[in-house]
């Protein structure tokens, strides 16, 4: 398939699968489990004995579990997050931009406002009126995310809706629900695969965040965000506590990125020919 | 000596050879022209002369110009002799000029560039260019930015800017394609006026063009030359069965072989009809006022006029797709009213739209069968599956297609075959009424012919009507019945096919006539054309919208709007109707 032969795709996908089968069978074959702590080994450099190959934490704990679990759970929120941002953005940007008019009008001036709320604020607003609780990260973050893409999503939608086909469409009678779901959302696809890819990556930044401030996934749950913010107050006696789960951190926004840039431009190319 | 020899030249893609083993010459103050349907290589050619292939592109042959060679010649060579000595007007004058730049300074840079020019004598030269290229007032155009000027203006920009460092070589890239048919008659002539300074490589897909303005011909057909020899003898006797093809699918208005009036029944009439948008401010744009006409079954009533004449808005209004401001239209005794969303089935069902970009009118993502068989699904929801394709597939048979073509998707199909399957998903429903919005424009001459063909066969089954819009009178000439000429939202005349063509009554209508190149070297006494270009609707001029330009305005013109009025059969809006006789003076 064509799609594999651009090499930023094939490359960061597969380095991004192989980040994701690590996470998700990592813990098994390891003998440790997330939770227990050695107080007899703290901050152990990455050494073979006890199999704790990315060392330990300063309570014992193993930190190649703890990293694997951290990759879970950012993975997940970005995820979850980008869904949240896919199903809610796409939906309300299409029917803004195809309905036009007032509605467009108002709908926009409503994602103009919530853009208008200081972000933090808000996070920290919602963790003090509700309990801490996991979920509000996504919550949160999804409520952020699918401003930009109801946007985009908008701003195509207003320009297929000018194109002759979906004219010839409501000439016929073809209905305006099913306009939307044959005539538009199939020819959206494109740009909303790429943006999709690029908003992981800021998910999983924005939950970083959050860990790191402590506003985030709470002890002993991990993300990566929150090793980075452990590793960070050890990072003078044990470097590889703050440099593993970073690294591992970097390599899978930039895996994201350079996904998203090759399908841009595979769908570009696509849209050329 | 010839001025450019142009020797086995072969352009490749990786595999795909674009042009191959062309060669053709052009010897000084000659006009060749490079003919050819779109893909035959021809714009290629002109590119690879100019050293402006894209680096993807192998280039293999000799291309020499004055002794030169040209092919891997060093890109400092190339800048000597573009523009200097080679001068090139590409279709579109939009893309070609710098929107950032003014006019002038566009202008100054080919001079200040090759040291044409210094100081004030720079400004006074271009100026002059300006002037001659036929800017009216050139001191003050010469401040312009270019989207400040109308599509003709760029175009005469254009040719002063190719033209300004007096080169040998003209290099035109089908430079009056995306004019109107007055427009193009006015760049023609300037391109005549300055044969015997410089040579001239002319690229058209039209016939017409050639026939008047070149010595010479060479015919392209994928990549490679078919026919050369000079204009005249080539027309008298092709000596390629594809110069042949080229020469029998270009429509002619001096045909003889034209329909007779139809006689069915009224099946649509549209009476004062009015569209209007909304403008900056508080201004409205009046696309339309005041047009009426009738349409009887069987019968194929053309709409011509320059863009902006509102043929397309009034379609639209008639559909339903825009909102009709005043009067109105009955369609077989029921009123087409409200927007098309509220209409009743049978209207949607009996009025179909063919548009003019078949590409844009497909889908992208959607196959051929459920295309064209959409519109069942939603008029006749009881169709069993299999018989909805049957239905599809009966349709792409009566465009001349099969069903091999089900499954495929639009960038799978060739312009032409896309443009059928346009027509065939707005046949399937088996419509009363079909309008084609410049349904073939788009087309080459070969593909437009025979859709052309189609659409005459279909109309001869199914006794079907046709509104035909178009700006080519030569198209209209032989397709339609009758004619309605529009200009700046207003009906000018309205007549039957042969009475038009051999006797109109409206001085706008003579000049859209005489626009019309006629593709053969014999046929040309040119007159000279329609001076100006149409005015903006925003700011109308008084009385009768066409004064400025007319040749026969009189003061009663300027004050007074004329109303259309019936004159031996034809419908026409002129105040000197009566007293001015428009028939061909031969």
């Known amino acids: 398939m064509s799609l594999l032969r ?81 199903v809610i953005g796409v939906a309300y940007g299409a029917i803004a931009g195809f309905v036009g008019g007032r509605v467009d009008a108002a709908m ?149 990125n350079f996904l998203g840039d090759g399908l841009r431009d595979f769908f570009d190319a696509r849209h050329v020919n | 000596m010839s001025l450019l020899k142009i020797k086995d030249l072969s352009i490749r893609y990786g595999d795909t050879a674009v042009v191959d083993d062309l060669g053709f010459s052009i010897s000084q103050g000659e006009s060749v022209g490079l003919v050819g349907e779109s893909g035959s290589g021809k714009s290629q050619t002109a590119l690879a002369v100019l050293g402006l292939l894209p680096r993807s592109a192998s280039l293999g042959g000799s291309i020499r110009f004055a002794g030169t060679e040209l092919v891997d010649a060093p890109e400092q060579t190339l800048n000597q002799l573009r523009a200097r000595r080679i001068g090139i007007v590409f279709q579109d004058p939009m893309q070609a000029l710098n929107p950032y730049l003014r006019i002038g300074r566009q202008l100054r840079e080919i001079l200040v560039r090759h040291k044409l020019a210094e100081g004030a004598d720079i400004d006074a030269r271009v100026i002059d260019m300006l002037t001659r290229v036929g800017l009216s007032d050139a001191t003050r155009q010469f401040r312009a930015y270019p989207h400040e000027l109308s599509g003709g203006m760029r175009q005469r920009v254009m040719l002063a800017s190719a033209l300004i460092a007096e080169p040998d070589l003209l290099i035109a890239d089908e430079p009056t394609t995306a004019l109107d048919v007055t427009v193009q008659a006015q760049i023609l002539a300037l391109l005549e006026d300055i044969r015997d300074e410089t040579a001239l490589l002319l690229i058209t897909h039209d016939l017409g063009v050639v ?111 825009v909102p009709m401001e005043a009067g109105r239209a009955v369609y077989a005794g029921a009123p087409l009213q409200g927007p098309v969303e509220r209409r009743a089935k049978k209207q949607r069902r009996d009025l179909q739209l063919v548009f003019q970009d078949p590409v844009s009118a497909l889908n992208p993502q959607m196959r051929v069968r459920k295309i064209i068989g959409e519109s069942l699904l939603v008029h006749e929801p009881q169709l069993s599956k299999s018989a909805r394709v049957a239905r599809v597939i009966e349709a792409l048979e009566q465009v001349g297609l099969n069903d091999s073509y089900l499954r495929r998707y639009p960038h799978e199909l060739s312009g032409g075959q896309a443009q059928r399957v346009a027509i065939a998903r707005a046949l399937v429903l088996g419509p009363k009424v079909l309008i084609c919005d410049e349904a073939v424009a788009a087309l080459d001459g070969s593909v437009r012919g025979r859709v052309l063909e189609l659409l005459r066969q279909v109309q001869e089954d199914t006794g079907l009507s046709i509104i035909f819009i178009s700006h080519d009178l030569a198209v209209v000439r032989s397709i339609s019945h009758r004619v309605l000429v529009m200009y700046m939202g207003r009906l000018v005349e309205l007549a039957d096919n042969a009475s038009l063509f051999s006797r109109p009554r409206h001085p706008y209508t003579r000049a859209l006539i ?69 028939s061909r003076r031969t």
């Open chain 1, 108 to 256: 926009m001036r409503f994602v103009d406002t919530l853009y208008a709320l200081p972000f933090i604020f808000f996070v920290i607003l919602l963790m003090v009126a509700f309990e801490r609780n996991f979920l509000l990260i996504f919550v949160a973050i999804g409520a952020v995310n699918w401003l930009d893409m109801a946007r985009i999503v908008r701003g195509q939608t207003l320009s297929l809706r000018e194109r002759e086909f979906v004219e010839a469409a409501r000439l016929t009678g073809v209905s305006t629900g099913r306009i939307i779901l044959r005539h538009i959302a199939p020819n959206l696809i494109g740009i909303v695969v790429v943006y999709v890819t690029l908003t992981i990556p800021q998910a999983i930044l924005v939950e970083s965040l959050l860990s790191f401030l402590g506003l985030g996934v709470q002890e002993p749950q991990t993300s990566l965000g929150a090793l980075v913010d452990a590793g960070v107050n050890q990072m003078e006696g044990a470097a590889w506590a703050l440099l593993i789960p970073a690294g591992l951190l970097a390599a899978t926004l930039m895996c994201f």
């Open chain 1, 6 to 86: 651009n090499r930023a795709i094939s490359v960061s996908g597969v380095i991004l699968l192989v980040i994701t089968a690590f996470a998700l069978f990592g813990p098994w074959i390891s003998p440790n489990d997330y939770l227990s702590t050695h107080f007899d080994r703290p901050l152990l450099p990455p050494t073979t004995v006890g199999a704790h190959v990315f060392g330990t934490d300063d309570l014992g704990r193993d930190l190649f579990v703890r990293t694997m679990l951290g990759i879970r759970v950012t993975l997940m929120v970005a995820i979850v997050a980008s869904f949240v941002s896919l």
């Open chain 2, 514 to 582: 005489d626009a019309v190149p006629v593709p053969d070297p014999v046929v040309a006494p040119k007159k000279a054309p329609l001076r100006g270009e149409v005015p903006s609707l925003l700011n109308p001029p008084s009385g009768c919208a066409f004064h400025p330009r007319c040749e026969h305005a009189t003061d009663i013109c300027a004050m007074k709007p004329p109303m259309a009025r019936d004159l031996e059969g034809t419908r026409v809006a002129c105040h000197r109707a009566e007293e001015i006789d428009l």
């Open chain 2, 211 to 321: 026939a008047g303005h070149c010595e010479r011909m060479v015919v392209l057909e994928s990549g490679r030359v078919v026919d050369a020899g000079a204009t005249t003898s080539l027309f008298a006797s092709p000596g390629h069965a594809h110069t042949r093809v080229l020469l029998n699918a270009a429509p002619r208005i001096d045909s003889v072989n034209i329909p007779p009036p139809a006689t069915g029944a009224l099946i649509l009439g549209v009476e004062a009809a009015a569209v209007s948008y909304k403008a900056f401010g508080h201004e409205r744009l009046r696309a339309v006022q005041d047009v009426s006409f009738s349409l009887r079954c069987g019968e194929t009533v053309a709409i011509v006029g320059e863009s902006g004449s509102g043929k397309s808005s009034f379609v639209r209004a008639m559909l339903g797709l």
